[in-house]
């Protein structure tokens, strides 16, 4: 059974400093570690508390939230496994604060819409930077019904991607634009130019997409 150790999270506030103010958790990509997305906090809602997690398992130099396999498909059962043990660290923090979001990017953009689909009302909005959505397999009715079920409440869904990424493969990236169209609200931007990375735009993007779907009810009428 995977777990976080919340002793390797990288905070963005003080513990002092955390209560009362909306959660934004960060899910790196495979080979990476808790120390990278991390550096995108500057360029964040600068009223939210960050917490970058470490994913469980040893991968390189890094770490990874599920074992490598065909690339844009993996299995869904260690997927499940990770969301799990994310589900099960917010239980312990979520208390204290208004909201919970998250942001991911590569294998953990597919692991925030597997969190997602296992909690879709949990989370205030969701962001997926580089990543894709993990296939159902053809026999897990239990998944199809978390489906479904997302599909009625269509949560806000933020998915940017470059055109000359070469780690997502193209099928991946063209069955989580089709499955976004029917299971959120989501905002789908391809930016020119831009490989397997985060821009200056795409960051400007997210943070008006943030404002956008934050935004009192009174100010969006």
């Known amino acids: 059974m995977v777990q976080i150790d919340p002793t ?5 506030h003080d513990e002092a400093d955390r209560a009362g103010r909306p959660l934004l958790v960060l899910l790196h990509g495979v080979g990476s570690h808790e120390g990278d997305l991390i550096g995108l906090a500057p360029y964040l809602p600068q009223d939210v508390v960050i917490a970058s997690l470490r994913a469980p398992l040893l991968h390189g130099n890094g770490y990874s939230w599920y074992p490598l396999s065909t690339p844009g498909e993996p299995n869904s059962g260690p997927v499940d496994d990770a969301a799990r043990a994310v ?3 917010l239980t ?4 204290a604060h208004p909201t919970t979001s998250l942001l991911g990017f590569s294998q953990g953009g597919s692991l925030s819409l597997q969190l997602l689909r296992h909690a879709p009302e949990a989370f205030a909005y969701t962001i997926v930077l580089a990543g894709f959505v993990v296939p159902l397999a053809g026999d897990d009715a239990e998944a199809a019904a978390r489906d479904e079920v997302l599909a009625g409440l269509r949560p806000p869904v933020f998915y940017g991607r470059g055109d000359v990424d070469q780690v997502i493969p193209a099928a991946a990236t063209e069955r989580t634009a089709q499955w976004l169209d029917e299971h959120a609200d989501a905002e789908q931007t391809i930016y020119p130019g831009l490989a397997h990375g985060v821009s200056n735009e795409e960051l400007d993007d997210v943070n008006a997409f943030i404002s956008r779907v934050t935004a009192p009810a009174e100010l969006t009428e």
């Open 8 to 12: 390797l999270i990288r905070w963005s």
């Open 87 to 89: 589900l099960e660290w």
């Open 92 to 95: 312990t923090v979520t208390d």
